[in-house]
């Protein structure tokens, strides 16, 4: 009879303690410890770990939930295959958007692999001390594209790669790294709105919408410089596709992206309020045909864009303040035309819909 009491005694107080870890805040973790919260420096732990056990080939090292997923350019794979048979080392250049307040981190940088160096984009979620999803877009030399977004990759590699290009810079620019002011800051919603509204400005870009950009505002893709390039600039009265000698605002007011014929599957999986971040993947459909021509806003009819079925998967982050997008970083790689990115439903991947999964 005391066997039993001192058991249901033990249960009692084992429930107790469950509860007040509950109630602080905690999260009990497998085997009835509690966890802390994980803050920026414990989530970009994280996928410093995971880089470490890539460049190791050993996924043994993570502390990986049941059940873990893991996509590569938007193939579902075991953890293990993939970038992990072929990686070498970490690489220099390391951009985080950082979301504590989910459990979401994401990344954009360089990695080594047997072939070179490439570019990475990388989203983890992390519950209970555990990553439960990895989601990774790998970004070769012979995948970088021709330059600007629209340009046809002929195939060849340039000399140095975005990669080599990323890690020569060593850091991102300072003012992904700087906290906007507390006042300041916005809501997580008003971010993504502000966010979406790039990518709506774009499908099938009209030179009429509402763009939310900054004066200073500047865009990189696969670490190439895609607006204000320093290069003569086209009048837009009689280009025939927008330049990377513009400005944001100036390459938007153009209506000369017209050819993106749809940019679906917006997945906002990362926001750091602290530092005005949003990060997103999302996949930009041309489908070529009578899409290439179209109406300028001044009225002459413009043909212009790839000619063939074209999609890019990209990974593709806004830096915003006080409502302006300020700067974009961007890495993408052509996958097959119409590809889902293996996170979301086919109607979902098919949806231009902006959707908020950092919850």
Known sequence: MRKITSIVTIGVL??????????????????????????RACMEGFLDRYLDALAARDPKQLPLAPNAKYTENGQKLN?????????????????????????NV?????????????????????ANRQISEIETIIV????????????????????PTGANLLDQMGKPHDLY???????????????IKVANMYFSGMQQNDGKGEYPFADDCDRFENAGKTTNNGQ?????????TYSAAWSCKEQFESGLIHFVSRIR???????????????????????????????????????????????????????IEKGKIRRIEAILTEPPYGMNSGWSSWEDGMSDRARDVTK
């Open 14 to 39: 084992l429930a107790g303690v469950c509860a007040i870890s509950i109630l602080a805040g905690q999260t009990p973790a497998r085997g009835g410890a509690a966890t802390e919260p994980c803050d």
């Open 79 to 103: 953890l293990g295959d993939g970038i992990w048979n072929t990686a070498t080392a970490k690489g220099i250049y390391k951009l985080f958007v950082t979301d504590p307040q989910f459990g």
């Open 106 to 126: 994401a990344f954009i940088g360089t990695l080594k692999e047997e072939a070179g160096n490439v570019m990475m984009a990388l989203r983890l979620k992390v």
């Open 140 to 159: 070769r030399p012979a995948a970088t594209g021709g330059g600007a977004r629209g340009a046809a990759p002929n195939g060849t590699p340039t000399a």
């Open 177 to 191: 790294l700087t906290a906007v002011p507390a006042a300041e800051r916005m809501s997580r919603e008003d971010l």
């Open 232 to 240: 003569p600039k086209p009048d837009p009265k009689t280009a025939t």
């Open 265 to 319: 599957d917006r997945r906002y999986v990362a926001v750091d309020q602290e530092r005005g971040l949003v990060y997103s993947f999302a996949f930009f459909d041309h489908m070529a045909g009578k899409t290439r021509t179209y109406q300028a806003p001044d009225g002459r009819t413009v043909t212009g864009g790839p000619n063939r079925p074209w999609t890019w998967e990209i990974a593709e982050m806004f830096k």
